[in-house]
């Protein structure tokens, strides 16, 4: 899966729903994530400003959260965190695994086993997926879509209304910014900026 080829849908993969979905799917605004679990930056903007966001935007309903894979290579730790997380999936812990691996972001093959082995997965089937690399198209299917989002490197977001009928264009931020930084975006698409500020 190239740019190219999804260039051609537009911007409608935005507001693709594949379970991988945080929060309420109703939710008016949607922050999407391009990320690699390799990723120092992204590991801080998880740590630091992630649990800010949850709390003020996601665990109220305001804001539905996206997780998009961007390995920076085409092989190697980050595509193994990024199958390692998608097989979890499979067993409905895809965010199990997604936590568990910012948490350690070890990701050789038996740190993968341990992960799993932590977050209670069937063990056989994990391996069965990860040896069958069978979600790596979707991977880069992803990539893909930040490439064309002009993202070169990770982490980078996206900021966007749910309902694609609003007519506001997406609002991209490339890289691991503060908080206050995605509470001025979030707060201007949900209506919000002159209520927050009195």
């Known amino acids: 899966m190239t740019a190219a080829d999804v260039r051609g849908e537009g911007l409608d993969f935005l507001l693709r729903e594949d379970g991988r979905l945080r929060g309420n799917v109703k939710a008016p605004v949607t922050l999407i994530e391009y990320s690699d679990f390799t ?7 998880f740590q630091e400003t992630w649990p800010r966001i949850q709390a003020k935007y996601v665990d109220t309903g305001k804001v539905r959260f996206s997780y998009r894979d961007f ?3 085409f092989q190697g730790p980050g595509l193994d965190g990024a199958l390692a997380s998608r097989c979890a999936g499979e067993q409905n812990r895809y965010w199990a695994m997604h936590d568990e691996l910012w948490g350690d972001r070890r990701l050789g ?6 992960h799993a082995k932590a977050i209670k997965l069937d063990l056989p089937a994990f391996s069965k997926c990860m040896r069958e690399e069978r979600h790596t198209d979707d991977i880069f299917r992803d990539r893909a879509e930040g490439t064309i989002l002009g993202f070169r490197g990770t982490p980078g977001f996206v900021l966007v209304r749910t309902d694609s009928s ?3 264009p997406p609002v991209v931020i490339p890289g691991a910014f503060p908080f206050d930084v995605f509470e001025e975006q979030i707060d201007r698409l949900l209506g919000e900026g002159a209520k927050g500020k009195r």
């Not at 990723?39 to 903007?45: A, I, P």
């Not at 093959?109 to 341990?114: S, T, V, Y």
């Open 71 to 73: 390995p920076r290579a």
């Open 166 to 168: 609003e007519k506001d």
């Open 109 to 114: 093959a038996e740190d993968l086993q341990r």
């Open 39 to 45: 990723c120092g930056f992204c590991q801080k903007w």
